[in-house]
T-cell receptor
Framework: GAGVSQTPSNKVTEKGKYVELRCDPISGHTALYWYRQSLGQGPEFLIYFQGTGAADDSGLPNDRFFAVRPEGSVSTLKIQRTERGDSAVYLC???????????FGPGTRLTVL | GENVEQHPSTLSVQEGDSAVIKCTYSDSASNYFPWYKQELGKRPQLIIDIRSNVGEKKDQRIAVTLNKTAKHFSLHITETQPEDSAVYFCAATDNDYKLSFGAGTTVTVRA
């Protein structure tokens, strides 16, 4: 079946702008995760959703970052007042339950100029 | 929080030889240890995982071993092939959802 999909694949924006990154999880997966991967490093946890609610947002770096999952399927990661340090690949993953294997999407490469 | 260290950072092997990557973790409560393979510009791909109630798991040419006492786990790839060339990441979690990743190992298989 279809895997996790993310749009856009690439996003270039200017410092101070607002961006939205979208994630479509595998159908039927109740758990959804956002990670951020900087060049040459492993992914870093940002936020975890179980259904519609954010069960753990402890990885969000500051209040410029926010994520929603209003219907328990698609999720949007929102970044306000982008900074150059926000440049990274933003990865989304989903799992059948909160204790299941996590399957990643292809990521959105965000570049803040 | 959990801290995962991964060694080596780069590994070059001759085709047909074995490759071993080792990870250590800090939180003794960690109970789930997946391994991901990431090719350049691609998504991380789950290749094998192990839970803390077993010491070893094998899937064809890939195996993972876990030593809970020493808090380390290892990935073993036998009979390496050129398509095994990629970056490999280990991860650990003590709550089943918040994965903490190692820094990655770049594996190059020489033909």
């Amino acid at each position: 079946g279809a895997g996790v999909s993310q749009t856009p694949s690439n996003k270039v924006t200017e410092k101070g702008k607002y961006v939205e990154l979208r994630c479509d999880p595998i159908s039927g997966h109740t758990a959804l995760y956002w990670y951020r991967q900087s060049l040459g490093q492993g992914p870093e946890f940002l936020i975890y959703f179980q259904g519609t609610g954010a069960a753990d947002d402890s990885g969000l770096p500051n209040d410029r970052f926010f994520a929603v999952r209003p219907e328990g399927s698609v999720s949007t990661l929102k970044i306000q007042r982008t900074e150059r340090g926000d440049s990274a690949v933003y990865l989304c993953a989903s799992s059948l339950s909160n204790s299941g294997a996590q399957y990643f999407g292809p990521g959105t490469r965000l570049t803040v100029l | 929080g959990e801290n995962v260290e991964q060694h080596p950072s780069t590994l070059s092997v001759q085709e047909g030889d074995s490759a071993v990557i080792k990870c250590t973790y800090s939180d003794s409560a960690s109970n789930y240890f997946p391994w991901y393979k990431q090719e350049l510009g691609k998504r991380p791909q789950l290749i094998i995982d192990i839970r803390s109630n077993v010491g070893e798991k094998k899937d064809q040419r890939i195996a993972v071993t876990l030593n809970k006492t020493a808090k380390h786990f290892s990935l073993h790839i036998t009979e390496t092939q050129p398509e095994d060339s990629a970056v490999y990441f280990c991860a650990a979690t003590d709550n089943d959802y918040k994965l903490s990743f190692g820094a990655g190992t770049t594996v190059t298989v020489r033909a």
